[in-house]
């Protein structure tokens, strides 16, 4: 069991939005605004899509937005293409100065 | 461009030391804005994280794992490597390592992971 909560998959039609998940508690999400969202296609390196809640990287598409409410942290996915289907995790850091992630969401473009 | 990448024996042995090492391109492990770091996923399973080290040679490890690993730097070779001894099945896992940016606490450049078995 992963220490932050995530639907194991979510699925959405190329132009929809859709919204995945992250709940933790008051000493990682809740506690912190250092949650970070990742894009992983299995076998390749994961790749940062937003960190500090709802900040971007460079270069990373104004489609993804993060967000967060109490101890739960959403990332969203507007306009969807199909090459957005990947798995999702999220990251937080905590309170005793280590960082724990999801159980990872699996996004499909139907 | 930052790129880091895993290499090590894909199989070992139970009750042996899993060895790992993470080469740097693109950049330093001498950055002092940045920690370098392992994480892992067991088949199945969410991601781990395992620790880090500083170019200086300050480490922190999860509290889960920390009496049987050790992540050392070796600034020479712009690299930094994994032991985990003492392993069974349940090390088993892709690991990755990983670039943290200081000032946001965030894993920025990831490796694409190796796979370790451990098996007799």
């Known amino acids: 069991q992963s220490a932050l909560t995530q639907p194991a998959s979510v699925s959405g039609s190329p132009g929809q939005s859709i919204t995945i998940s992250c709940t933790g508690t008051?000493?990682?999400?809740?506690?912190?605004?250092?949650v970070s969202w990742y894009q992983h296609h299995p076998g390749k390196a994961p790749e940062l899509m937003i960190y500090?809640?709802?900040d971007r990287p460079s270069g990373v598409s104004n489609r993804f937005s993060g967000s967060k409410s109490g101890n739960t942290a959403s990332l969203t996915i507007s306009g969807l293409q199909a090459d957005d289907e990947a798995d999702y995790f999220c990251?937080?850091?905590?309170?005793?100065?280590?960082?724990?992630f999801g159980g990872g969401t699996k996004l499909t473009v139907l | 461009q930052v790129q880091l990448q895993e290499s090590g024996p894909g199989l070992v042995k139970p009750s042996e030391t899993l060895s790992l090492t993470c080469t740097v391109s693109?950049?330093?492990?001498?950055?002092?804005?940045?920690?370098w770091s392992w994480i892992r996923q067991p088949p199945g399973k969410g991601l781990e994280w395992i620790g880090f080290?500083?170019?200086?040679?300050?480490?922190k490890y999860n509290p889960s794992l920390r009496s049987r690993v050790t992540i050392s730097v070796a600034t020479s070779k712009n690299q930094f490597s994994l032991k985990v001894t003492s392993v069974t099945a349940a090390d088993t896992a892709v690991y990755h390592c990983?670039?943290?940016?200081?000032?946001?606490?965030?894993?920025?450049?990831w490796g694409q992971g190796t796979t370790v078995t451990v098996s007799s």
């Open positions: 080290i500083y170019y200086s040679g300050t480490t």
């Open positions: 500090g809640v709802s």
């Open positions: 990983a670039r943290i940016v200081d000032e946001t606490n965030v894993f920025d450049i």
């Open positions: 990251s937080s850091y905590t309170s005793s100065t280590t960082w724990v």
């Open positions: 693109g950049g330093s492990v001498t950055s002092g804005s940045h920690y």
């Open positions: 008051s000493s990682d999400v809740g506690g912190y605004n250092f």
